[in-house]
């Protein structure tokens, strides 16, 4: 994850017994059009977008930060409906003064699309969407074939960090690693980048994934998802990965007591 959000995964790890090593792989880097943002500003002050989606922490801290240099804050969106992807976002919006209207049972952006249609339809409707540069398509493709109109606007992009670990990329590059925990596609993309597009020491380790958006990419860069997380939040990973490895040490004990 980012520094920023790595402390809540790694004191539940922790508190499991486990050892975490911690490779950042996000930096968010600006990467907003002021004009655009500014636009988006006089839209919301205005009470012209009938949604405000929020797929991350990140995007939440960034949209409401580039706001307050515009010399606006969350009186904007007096007018307008707001929806959470994730319970970490909708808390990321609490701790700004914001309550999310909807925070879909899944976090994925089909769910969000379809629970934002399912309260009053969307034809015609505007909805913006503040969020990362080439995030997942899947949440505007979803507006859109619901009938939104979609004001999809980057504010940052997801890079990999300049300067990772050396210690944490030697352990992984040995295969020293026994699980390796994504929580979103992003840091399965950046890993792969950091590593030379090579992500074959992980074949040995066990693959855990926060929701099916983040499998879904890690088989696309080679990665078989042995655990996938059905709350798709850090506490729901935790527990899914709890699960999968009792269930396989179960398994490993019996095996060994009847051979």
């Avoid at 699980?179 to 074949?203: H, R, W, Y």
């Amino acid at each position: 994850r980012s520094r920023q959000q790595a402390s809540t995964l790694v004191s539940a790890l922790r508190a499991e017994g486990a050892r975490p090593l911690v490779l950042p792989t996000i930096e968010a880097q600006r990467r907003a059009d002021p004009a655009a943002v500014a636009n988006a500003a006089h839209q919301l002050r205005e009470g012209r977008y009938a949604w405000v989606a929020f797929t991350s922490a990140v995007a939440v801290d960034a949209f409401l930060d580039m706001l307050a240099e515009q010399g606006t804050d969350t009186r904007a969106f007096a007018g307008t409906r707001i929806c959470a992807i994730g319970d970490a976002t909708a808390r990321a919006l609490a701790a700004r003064g914001l309550i999310a209207d909807l925070v879909p049972d899944e976090a994925t952006g089909e769910a969000a699309a379809a629970a934002m249609a399912g309260l009053g339809g969307l034809r015609n409707e505007p909805v913006l969407l503040p969020r990362a540069e080439n995030a997942h398509p899947a949440l505007p493709a979803g507006l859109e074939a619901a009938g939104a109109l979609v004001d999809d606007l980057t504010l940052y992009l997801s890079a990999a960090p300049a300067d990772p670990p050396a210690d944490v990329l030697a352990a992984i590059r040995a295969g020293a690693v026994d699980v390796a925990m994504f929580s979103s596609s992003s840091t399965v993309k950046n890993l792969a980048q950091i590593l030379g597009g090579d992500l074959s020491s992980l074949s040995g380790a066990t693959i855990a994934c926060i929701g099916p958006t983040t499998a879904e990419t890690a088989r696309e860069l080679g990665l078989a998802p042995d655990v996938v997380a059905t709350e798709h939040s850090v506490p729901g990973m935790v527990t899914a990965l709890r699960s999968y490895l009792w269930e396989r040490a179960a398994i490993e004990a019996g095996t060994e007591a009847s051979s």
